[in-house]
T-cell receptor, first 113, second 117 residues
């Protein structure tokens, strides 16, 4: 049972345009969401997070939006840069205290120069 | 952000040998660390939760006698793959949690590529 889903395995975006990566979840107990960026043969790098008490969090070029009623979140990157080409994972955790993350399957973002 | 290191970054070993992978949080203390495994073109699979001073908690389907975890201090956890076989070849990644803005955020190590011949 995939509790965190990233339905787009890949996405191509022109440099300078906006990249929008989507993530859906099914577990209503999730209350904290994170986005990670991963290059091949490296560990994931933390990008940005959002708590369920918010619907938007912004950090530089990265903005995460959360729609709790739809159980949907998205990561916006603007403007997109070639160095943004990577696999992006969304992850979620609940408030049970065990700190475990449930990951989506990832979306490979390619920025076209 | 917080820094997590792993050593070694790459290891090649013969079938039947044991391999130890270290995970360190460099600038913060982590009472909890996690070990993941990633198969090619797949998501991260949680193997176990490593708790400082107590036994690790393994996910369903992960052999605890095969993958020994020791969390000896607040900055070090080790994963030992015992009697490694070719099917254990994979990319192993650890993470450590730091409390950030009231919630724990996991920071990941750079990963260890294990190849068992």
């Amino acid at each position: 049972d995939q509790q965190v889903k990233q339905n787009s395995p890949s996405l191509s975006v022109q440099e300078g345009r906006i990249s929008i990566l989507n993530c859906d979840y099914t577990n209503s107990m999730f209350d904290y969401f994170l986005w990670y960026k991963k290059y091949p043969a490296e560990g994931p790098t933390f990008l940005i997070s959002i708590s369920s008490i918010k619907d938007k969090n912004e950090d530089g070029r990265f903005t995460v939006f959360l729609n709790k009623s739809a159980k949907h979140l998205s990561l916006h990157i603007v403007p997109s840069q070639p160095g943004d080409s990577a696999v992006y994972f969304c992850a979620a955790s609940d408030n049970s205290g065990n700190e475990k993350l449930t990951f989506g399957t990832g979306t490979r973002l390619t920025i076209i120069p | 952000g917080a820094v997590v290191s792993q050593h070694p970054s790459r290891v090649i070993c013969k079938s039947g040998t044991s391999v130890k992978i270290e995970c360190r949080s460099l600038d913060f203390q982590a009472t909890t660390m996690f070990w993941y495994r990633q198969f090619p073109k797949k998501s991260l699979m949680l193997m176990a939760t490593s708790n400082e001073g107590s036994k690790a908690t393994y996910e369903q389907g992960v052999e605890k006698d095969k993958f020994l975890i020791n969390h000896a201090s607040l900055t070090l956890s080790t994963l030992t793959v015992t009697s490694a076989h070719p099917e254990d070849s994979s990319f192993y990644i650890c993470s450590a949690t730091e409390r950030l803005a009231g919630r724990e955020t996991q920071y990941f190590g750079p990963g260890t590529r294990l190849l068992v011949l």
